[in-house]
Every structure is written in structure tokens, then in C-alpha cells.
């Protein structure tokens, strides 16, 4: 498959902040056949890159001490050509500042903010790293998703700080969801959450994974100590199941065999 080519403003990288990264390295090895690459510990942290049949798919990085009361969390990165104006812009327009840009030697840029609902998200300003090689094929990247608890603020927030061209998908009381693109080309959503969300949960982004079989692979990821929050059922756009990693981190799986690949909103909490 070739390599997605990433547009400014589209989700282009993800990354696990965990609190155990062999155990995380072990579990998404046997469950995606990822491999693994510790970076530098002095240039980069440490940061490990995971990869898919030799191309990068996803990273992932150790919790801090300061970040030990926060759960483990799978993150989306937002691609742009400026970090810093994208921030800006972003705390103008309604958005928190958790990380300002910071230099990846050579890599690129990257920042973490909150958008308008407070959702977390990132921004990857791309040197030599451009972003995820594979998508839409099983043990890949398959969608990016957020939900939140305030959708007409969300919609225009991203439309405003990251030039999204928005498509409604679907209005109605029960399910109210908004595209970054349309149809087959559409990149991300946007989905009304706040009929589901508790109160003490903020917005949030969801990363979906592909899968050949989803129950096999649910079931498989159990066995490896995951647990089973919804799911596996069958949506319009594949078959779906939503899971907890062994420490915690909240992902999707979704059967690629009847999605639309990387394009396919996907209705679900």
C-alpha cells in the first residue's frame, strides 16, 4: 500500500503515553505484529517507534512522574507547516496550551493542546519525519475520532485553527457527525458525545486500529490482558470493538474486510 500522504490540518501521527512500555511493547506486538525501535535516550527521550511490516505505524513513550494521576492514553497528532502560529491561533481561539513546540532533532515539531471542549490533541509540525507510513490495513492506524460534550464548538474550532473543510455526515437528535472531508476522502470526525460522556470524563480522541477478524482480535487481546469496554457489533461502516489495553488505555479495532479503510467514520462510544 502506499505510503498516506498527509494534508495539513489531517491526522498524520499517534502515539501511547503509557505507564509501562515493555508491557505495552508486548501486548501490541503480539496483537498488530508491530516491531519496535528505542530511539536515543539522550536526543529523544527514549521515544520508541513502532513499525508495521518495516514502516512506521505509531509511537510510543514512557509517563512521566508528574503525569502519574493521568491515565494511559493513546493521542492524535494534527499535521501542520508552523507549530507555533497553529498554537497561537488554537489558544485564540478558545483552545489550553499544554505543551508548547518543541524541537524533535531532525523529526520535526510537536506540541500538545486542548481544543475548545477540552480535548486533547497534538500537533506535528513534520522534518524528516512526515508521519505514519501505513494506514487502513490490518495492525494500521484506520481512523481518528473525537468525541465530545460541545459539537457545534468543536466543528467550528477545528474548522477555524486547522482549516478544516467539514462535511456533515449525519444531524439528528440520536447521532450528530462531521467529517474533515467527505465521503471516501474524509480524514477524521467529529461526533456529538454528550449524550454518553459522564460528567467527570472530558472530550477526547479515539484512535482506531484495522483488523482482519475483529471478535478473533478481541478475543486474542483479552487473552493478552486487555478488557472488552463494547463490542465486537456490527456498524455501517465495519465491525467494531472498543477495548482497554493492560494498563488502561482506551482503542478501537475495526474489522477492515467491510470499512471503507482510513475514509469511514465509524458510529460508536
Same mark, same amino acid.
Given at each position: ?12 501521527? &499517534? ?44 509511537? #510510543? ?6 503525569? !502519574? ?21 488554537? !489558544? ?20 500538545? &493542546? ?8 497534538? &500537533? ?65 470526525? &467529529? #461526533? ?17 486500529? !484495522? ?38 488505555? #482506551?482503542?478501537?479495532?475495526? !474489522? ?14
Amino acid at each position: 500500500m502506499p505510503t498516506p500522504q498527509h494534508t495539513n490540518g489531517a491526522p498524520c501521527w &499517534i502515539d501511547l503515553m503509557t505507564s509501562d512500555p515493555e508491557k505495552a511493547k508486548a501486548f501490541y506486538g503480539e496483537l498488530f505484529g508491530w516491531t519496535f525501535e528505542t530511539g536515543d535516550q539522550e536526543k529523544y527521550g527514549g521515544y520508541i517507534t513502532a513499525r508495521k511490516n518495516g514502516r512506521s505505524v505509531a509511537g #510510543m513513550m514512557q509517563k512521566q512522574e508528574s503525569q !502519574a494521576n493521568f491515565p494511559d492514553v493513546w493521542s492524535t497528532y494534527l499535521r501542520t507547516d508552523d507549530a507555533r502560529t497553529t498554537v497561537r491561533i488554537a !489558544a485564540e481561539h478558545g483552545g489550553q496550551v499544554y505543551m508548547e513546540p518543541m524541537d524533535v532533532p531532525e523529526q520535526g515539531s510537536m506540541a500538545m &493542546i486542548g481544543d475548545a471542549t477540552g480535548a486533547a490533541v497534538g &500537533i506535528w509540525q513534520p522534518g524528516e519525519m512526515k508521519g505514519y507510513e501505513l494506514a487502513a490495513e490490518a495492525g494500521t492506524p484506520a481512523w481518528h475520532e473525537l468525541h465530545t460534550k460541545d459539537y457545534a464548538t468543536a466543528v467550528k474550532f477545528y474548522e477555524d485553527v486547522f482549516g478544516w473543510d467539514t462535511e456533515v455526515m449525519s444531524d439528528t437528535p440520536d447521532f450528530r457527525y462531521t467529517t474533515l472531508g467527505a465521503g471516501d476522502a474524509a480524514k477524521a470526525g &467529529i #461526533m456529538d458525545a454528550s449524550g454518553y460522556i459522564p460528567a467527570e470524563a472530558p472530550s477526547h480522541w479515539q484512535v482506531y486500529f !484495522a483488523v482482519q477478524d475483529a471478535d478473533a482480535s478481541a478475543e486474542k487481546a483479552v487473552s493478552l490482558g486487555a478488557t472488552v469496554v463494547d463490542g465486537p457489533a456490527d456498524t455501517p461502516f465495519g465491525r467494531l470493538a472498543t477495548l482497554t489495553d493492560p494498563t488502561g488505555a #482506551m482503542f478501537k479495532i475495526i !474489522a477492515e474486510t467491510t470499512q471503507q479503510g482510513a475514509d469511514a467514520p465509524v458510529q460508536g462510544n
